[in-house]
C-alpha cells in the first residue's frame, strides 16, 4: 500500500465526525459542514469536521486535483476515478465507452493523463479510502457524516462503504445539494451501507437525529429525512473553519507557503434563496431545488458573524454564497462593511442590471470581484431565458466593472430552446466590438438541469429525448436509476447553433481568441481598451487598440466626450451632439442597443463622472444612469 500522510491526530473526541469527501474545490472551506458542526455544539454535541479533499489534494497534486474537479462536466472526471472504489467497476465506467473529446482535454492537462497511470491512480484511490477509514472507524465515533454537492458522491459511497467494512456499527450518513427531492431515493441506493439520507436544509434535523440517537439509540424509520427551509437566519450558529485551517497547512504546506492561507477565501452567506427566482425564475436555473423561498439575515448579524470571522482565521478575502447579493445591502450594510473590515475583500453573485452607482458602491467598499449571472448578450436570448435584463445592460455592466477594476465572472449559454441565427449573429458582432471588457469564462451549450423549469416542462420548451448525461451510465451501475440521481440532463433542442457547427465553431473561436488577447497581456495596461484621458481643459485623448494591426488615436473636444461617453435612450439624444453622437456610433465606440446608445469607453471614474455631469448641465437631462453619488 502507498504510503498516506497520517491523520489521526487531526480527529478530536467527538461522537459525531463530517467528512469533506473529494472533489470540492480545496481554496475554501465547506460552510455547509462547519453550519452542521456549530449546530451540533451548540446542542452540546461534541463533532469534528475531516477534509478528505484535501487529503485528496496532497496524493494527486494540487494541480491535478483541481483539474479532476474543473472537469466536472460533462464528463464527471471526479466521480469516475471513484468508480472501482465505489461501485467495484472498471476504469473509466462499466460499458467501456471510448474516451470523449471533452475527456481528452481533460485528461490532457492531467499529469497521469495516460490509461496507465490511470488505472494506477485508481488502484491509490481504492487503497486510500480504506486507510481513511481505517483510521476514522479507529476514533470510535458513533455517527459520521458525508457531504455531497456536485463531484462528491463516488467518494462519499467509498468512504461510506469502508468504513462500515472497518467497524459496521457506525451509523453513516449522507447529505447535501446531491440528495434534493428524488435524488435522495437514487443516492439511497447506491449502497446498502448508507444508513440515512439528509435531504434539504437540514441543521435543524441533523441536530434532532443526533440528540435522539446519543441519548437512548433511537433511529428514525424512514431511511430518507427531508428537512424544511430555515426561516429565520439569525437562528444559525456562526460557523468555525478551524479544522480547515489546521488540516489545509498539514496536507499541502509542501505546495503552499503558509502565508497563502491569507489568500484563502472565507464562504459566509447572507441570504438563502433567490428574491429574483421567487419572482420569476430564470428557465435554466435548477439552484434552489424544492425549495424557492427567499430569507435573509439581519444586518446586525451579519456584521457580528463577519467580526468574528475576519478576527478568527487568517484571510482577505470573504466569498459570499448568495444565490443573488440582497439589495438590502445597499441601505446601509455596505457603509457598515467598508467601515469595519478594511482590507477584507468581498465577492458576491449580484444581477447585472445594477446601476454604475451601486457598482462604484461594491468597488469603495472593498469588492473584487463579482458574478452578474451574465449568460447572454442578446436580447431576445435574454429574454428566451427569463433573465429580466437586456443586453445593453450586461454591457454596462462589463464597462462600468473595467472602469472600476471589478473582476467579473460570467459565461456566454448557447442553445435555447426557440432561438434565432439573427441572435447569435448579432452576439458575433458585438463581440468584436467589446474585446476590452472581460470575455466570458465559457462558452457552452446549455444544461438542462433538474429542478429548472426546462426540465419540469420540456414538452412545452420543445426539448425532445429528455435523459441524464451519457457520463452517467458509464459511472453508475446498472441497477442505479440514473433518473432518480442524475442533476444534469441533455435532450434534443432544436437550434440554429446546435445544429449549424460553422456558426458555434465560429462563437467559440472570437471568444477563445478573445481569451488570448487577456490572457496573454503582460500586464493590464496591454488589455485591449477604448481609453479617453484629458489632454487639455477641452481636449481628450482616445486610445482605441481593439483591432490589434490598427490602434487608433483621437483627439476630441469635450463635447464629443460628452457624447461617447454618457449612456442614455435614442430617441432623447440631444440635437446639439448629434454630429459627435454619429461620429461614435461610426466609430464603434457608442453603440445603439435596446433602444439606447450605450458607450463602450474606458476612462477613470472620475473623469466619467465630471463628463456625465457635463452632458446634464448640457442638455438638462436627468435621464441617464450615471456613477455620481
Same mark, same amino acid.
Given at each position: 500500500m502507498p504510503e498516506f500522510k497520517e491523520i489521526s491526530h487531526l480527529l478530536g473526541d467527538g461522537d459525531v465526525l463530517l467528512v469533506v469527501p473529494p472533489f470540492l474545490g480545496i481554496e475554501r472551506p465547506s460552510m455547509a459542514a462547519h453550519l452542521l458542526q456549530t449546530s451540533a455544539i451548540?446542542?452540546?454535541?461534541? /463533532? $469534528?469536521?475531516?477534509? *478528505?479533499n484535501l487529503s485528496m489534494a496532497e496524493i494527486l497534486g494540487p494541480d491535478n486535483y483541481l483539474a479532476c474537479w474543473k472537469f466536472a462536466l460533462p464528463e464527471l472526471l471526479g466521480e469516475r476515478l471513484f468508480v472501482r472504489a465505489a461501485y467495484r467497476l472498471p476504469a473509466f465506467g462499466c460499458h467501456g465507452y471510448p474516451l470523449s473529446k471533452h475527456l481528452e482535454e481533460a485528461a490532457r492537462t492531467l499529469e497521469f493523463a495516460n490509461p496507465h497511470h490511470i488505472a494506477h491512480v485508481e488502484s491509490v484511490i481504492d487503497q486510500w479510502a480504506e486507510f481513511i477509514a481505517k483510521r476514522l472507524a479507529e476514533r470510535n465515533y458513533l455517527v459520521i457524516g458525508l457531504t455531497t454537492t456536485f463531484a462528491q458522491t463516488g467518494a462519499s459511497v467509498a468512504l461510506i462503504n469502508a468504513l462500515k467494512k472497518a467497524n459496521s456499527k457506525i451509523v453513516t450518513l449522507i447529505g447535501?445539494?446531491? /440528495?434534493?427531492?428524488v435524488m435522495a431515493e437514487g443516492v439511497t441506493s447506491l449502497s446498502e451501507h448508507i444508513d440515512f439520507v439528509f435531504s434539504g436544509e437540514s441543521e435543524t434535523a441533523f441536530v434532532s437525529f443526533l440528540s435522539r440517537y446519543l441519548s437512548d439509540g433511537g433511529l428514525p424509520r424512514q431511511k430518507i429525512i427531508t428537512s424544511r427551509g430555515i426561516e429565520d437566519l439569525d437562528a444559525l450558529e456562526t460557523p468555525a473553519y478551524d479544522e480547515y485551517v489546521a488540516q489545509y497547512r498539514y496536507f499541502l504546506a509542501s505546495a503552499y507557503s503558509t502565508s497563502s492561507l491569507g489568500a484563502l477565501m472565507l464562504p459566509y452567506e447572507t441570504s438563502r434563496?433567490?428574491?429574483?427566482? $421567487?419572482k420569476h425564475p430564470c428557465r435554466f436555473c435548477g439552484l434552489n431545488g424544492?425549495?424557492?423561498?427567499?430569507?435573509?439575515?439581519?444586518?446586525?448579524?451579519?456584521?457580528? $458573524?463577519?467580526?468574528?470571522?475576519?478576527?478568527?482565521? &487568517?484571510t482577505k478575502e470573504v466569498f459570499m454564497t448568495d444565490n443573488i447579493m440582497p439589495n438590502e445591502l445597499y441601505r446601509g450594510l455596505l457603509q457598515t462593511l467598508h467601515n469595519e473590515f478594511k482590507g477584507i475583500k468581498f465577492s458576491y453573485e449580484v444581477k447585472s442590471n445594477i446601476t454604475p452607482s451601486q457598482l462604484r458602491i461594491l468597488k469603495d467598499v472593498g469588492f473584487w470581484h463579482i458574478q452578474p449571472g451574465i449568460e447572454a448578450i442578446s436580447t431576445p436570448l435574454l429574454r428566451r431565458m427569463r433573465k429580466g435584463v437586456l443586453a445593453w445592460q450586461n454591457i454596462r455592466l462589463l464597462r462600468f466593472a473595467r472602469i472600476l477594476g471589478l473582476g467579473v465572472s460570467w459565461n456566454l449559454l448557447l442553445g435555447f430552446p426557440g432561438d434565432k441565427e439573427e441572435d447569435y449573429l448579432e452576439t458575433m458582432q458585438l463581440i468584436t466590438k467589446i474585446v476590452?471588457?472581460?470575455?466570458?469564462?465559457?462558452?457552452? &451549450?446549455?444544461?438542462? $438541469?433538474?429542478?429548472?423549469e426546462y426540465f419540469d416542462n420540456a414538452d412545452a420548451y420543445g426539448i425532445d429525448h429528455l435523459r441524464p448525461l451519457p457520463a452517467y451510465s458509464e459511472i453508475y451501475p446498472e441497477f442505479v436509476d440514473l433518473w432518480k440521481i442524475a442533476y444534469h440532463f441533455t435532450g434534443n433542442i432544436t437550434s440554429p447553433v446546435l445544429q449549424n457547427h460553422e456558426l458555434k465553431g465560429s462563437i467559440i473561436l472570437l471568444c477563445h481568441e478573445w481569451n488570448q488577447r487577456w490572457q496573454q497581456s503582460d500586464n493590464r495596461t496591454q488589455i485591449p481598451t477604448v481609453f479617453l484621458q484629458p489632454h487639455t481643459q477641452d481636449l481628450f485623448l482616445l486610445l482605441d487598440t481593439r483591432t490589434p494591426s490598427d490602434t487608433k488615436t483621437s483627439m476630441i473636444n469635450r463635447k464629443t466626450a460628452m457624447a461617447i461617453i454618457v449612456d442614455r435612450v435614442q430617441n432623447k439624444n440631444p440635437q446639439q451632439l448629434a454630429s459627435e453622437t454619429k461620429w461614435g456610433l461610426d466609430e464603434n465606440?457608442?453603440? *445603439?442597443?435596446d433602444g439606447r446608445y450605450v458607450s463602450l469607453v474606458i476612462a477613470d471614474i472620475d473623469v466619467?463622472?465630471?463628463?456625465?455631469?457635463?452632458?446634464? /448641465?448640457l442638455v438638462g437631462s436627468q435621464d441617464i444612469a450615471g456613477v455620481a453619488l
Open positions: 451548540a446542542a452540546g454535541i461534541k /463533532c $469534528d469536521v475531516f477534509y *478528505a447535501g445539494a446531491n /440528495c434534493e427531492g434563496g433567490c428574491w429574483w427566482g $421567487d424544492t425549495l424557492h423561498s427567499y430569507r435573509q439575515k439581519s444586518p446586525d448579524r451579519v456584521i457580528k $458573524d463577519l467580526r468574528v470571522l475576519t478576527k478568527s482565521y &487568517p476590452h471588457l472581460q470575455p466570458p469564462l465559457n462558452v457552452t &451549450p446549455i444544461n438542462i $438541469d433538474r429542478f429548472s465606440i457608442l453603440i *445603439a442597443l466619467v463622472a465630471e463628463l456625465e455631469s457635463g452632458f446634464r /448641465c
